[in-house]
């Protein structure tokens, strides 16, 4: 919602999509894995450049899979390795960030709880019959991993650019999974009043 990533990438990404439409998108959700885990050993090692690159890519891959995925017709087996496959991302993100010692102990765990959340809220309220939960809350999935690239490329200025970056995502996530917990309550409270 943040930065409304997912609006944009279809369209710029639609075309490649369609020459990539062969290839299954379960592969390139894998892709974006092996990537997230490339940028995790960056943050161990502390090589900037390389956090910074395979931070792109795995968003890269994170917004194409989806793009392919709609164009090849969604299955059930993607939907569930899209959001397992990010979940496993997202951690050796957020454990990149704090084994490396961009941020501390407490602001990592708050960002990764926030992080899992928001994900979770998304998927069980979709799954109690809401469409679609886009645009519900100010840091969805889609906004995390630009905004840590975003801290990334300031971080060769700013010694301090991820920490802060990780404060932003703490609090923005944390925001955002109460965020969806009102909209839920709001939302099947107004079901449950038609229904008698």
Do not use: C
């Not at 050796?92 to 809220?121: P, R």
């Amino acid at each position: 919602m943040l930065l409304q990533i997912k609006k944009f990438s279809e369209k710029l990404l639609l075309p490649l999509g369609k020459k990539l439409v062969k290839i299954p998108a379960n592969y390139i959700t894998l892709f974006g894995l092996i990537t997230a885990i490339i940028t995790f050993f960056g943050f161990i090692f502390h090589f900037l450049i390389i956090i910074i690159i395979f931070l792109f890519v795995t968003e890269f891959f994170d917004q194409l899979d989806g793009v392919v995925a709609r164009l090849q017709g969604p299955t059930v087996l993607g939907g569930f390795l899209d959001s397992t496959l990010d979940r496993i991302g997202d951690f050796f993100l957020f454990l990149g960030v704090i084994l490396g010692g961009y941020t501390t102990l407490e602001i990592g765990l708050i960002g990764l709880i926030g992080a899992f959340l928001t994900s979770y809220t998304r998927a069980k309220i979709e799954t109690l019959g809401v469409d679609n939960l886009y645009g519900v809350g100010i840091i969805e999935r889609t906004d995390r991993i630009p905004i840590l690239f975003i801290g990334a490329i300031f971080q060769i200025w700013f010694p301090t650019a991820i920490w802060w970056t990780m404060i932003i995502l703490a609090i923005g996530t944390n925001i955002t999974a109460l965020q969806r917990i009102i909209y839920a309550i709001r939302k099947f409270s107004s079901n449950s009043k038609k229904e008698t």
